[in-house]
């Protein structure tokens, strides 16, 4: 989200979405409130600290990992109080193992830990750690909670095909193995009892790694799709995972408007689309599928922010109308 206000954020996300809130990452307030620091405040026995291009692991925490950690806790006070009686579905978003691995630097290298098989075992352990105590944190702060465990991974794909550069730039670190991605992933996903969703924003998003990982849902920017998706889509669907099918476009000069270019009903429309083309049948489509903007909204202003959220909000609710008028 947009802005540096937790308390402003929550109030938008329960005013926009009361069925489905989540934790607001505000990644205006610079460093350590960005994906990586945020998540890095989290690991368990594992120091890191800022770099000239990033983070980086340390002897010891350093002074912006101690900042994340007070944003976060003060993220959590902002959502114990604006959420008191809250009852139903809440989403955490944090970085998942590959992103992490690929985004902090060695220590004594500067390449990305992903560079050393040992020290992304080591991550992958200790984000398990810190993913489970956090998941525990939020439901004694909001008990009512149902509690929606995000992996965001953007890194993923890059990391699969071996496109992730070295200190350097002038080489890439090696392919991983997907069962090697899938159990890291797995080991995360199952350190808690939540409901895990893993979400990738790029072009070739891994269908059926992020399926075996043990994930409960998918999560994909619907205009980045390519040809034959459709197909992966309608095995996961039928398998019975869920779709949080992002559906408005959060990539081009819409992000600053005060409204989306597209209305709900367009929006609605292209999610029924992807349906179709993907086979599956029209009575599950409202059941299995949660419209959301393709990725974050942090480069929107506060009023696109909320206009998107609004957006999103009434293209589900009369996605069950349009389903019935087409069938």
């Not at 992903?114 to 750690?129: F, Q, R, T, W, Y």
Request: charged share 20%; with cysteine; hydrophobic share 45%.
């Amino acid at each position: 989200m947009p802005g540096t206000s937790p308390a402003d954020a929550i109030a938008v996300i329960l005013g926009e979405l009361p069925g489905f809130p989540h934790l607001p990452e505000l990644p205006g307030r610079g460093p350590g409130a960005d994906l990586t620091g945020r998540t890095a405040a989290l690991l368990i026995d594992m120091p890191v600290e800022t770099s000239t291009s990033g983070w980086r692991f340390a002897l010891r925490a350093g002074r912006e990992q101690r900042r994340a950690a007070g944003l976060l806790a003060e993220d959590l006070d902002a959502v114990q109080e604006a959420a008191e009686g809250y009852a139903g579905p809440f989403k955490v978003q944090l970085a998942g193992p590959w992103t992490m691995a690929a985004t902090i630097e060695l220590n004594r290298s500067q390449n990305p830990a992903l560079a050393d098989p040992g020290a992304v075992g080591d991550l992958i352990v200790s984000l398990a750690e810190g993913v489970a105590a956090h998941v525990s944190e939020i439901r004694k702060r909001v008990p009512g909670a149902t509690i929606v465990l995000q992996l965001d991974e953007p890194a993923l794909p890059a990391v699969l095909d071996g496109a992730v550069p070295t200190a350097s730039g002038l080489n890439r670190i090696g392919a991983v193995d997907t069962a090697v991605t899938g159990g890291g992933l797995r080991a995360v996903l199952q350190a808690t009892t939540a409901f895990s969703v893993v979400h990738c924003c790029a072009p070739e998003y891994p269908f059926g790694l992020i399926r075996e990982s043990g994930a409960g849902a998918i999560s994909f920017d619907a205009s980045q799709l390519r040809r034959g998706a459709e197909d992966a889509i309608a095995e996961l669907a039928e398998a019975g995972m869920g779709i949080l099918a992002g559906a408005l476009n959060t990539r081009n000069a819409e992000r600053m408007t005060a409204a989306p270019s597209r209305k709900p009903r367009e929006i609605a429309s292209s999610v029924i689309e992807l349906w179709h083309r993907a086979g599956l049948p029209p009575a599950t489509l409202a059941e299995q599928v949660v419209i959301t903007p393709a990725c974050g909204l942090a480069g929107f202003s506060a009023a696109g922010a909320r206009a998107a959220l609004a957006t999103c909000r009434e293209a589900a609710r009369i996605l069950p109308e349009l389903v019935e008028e087409r069938s």
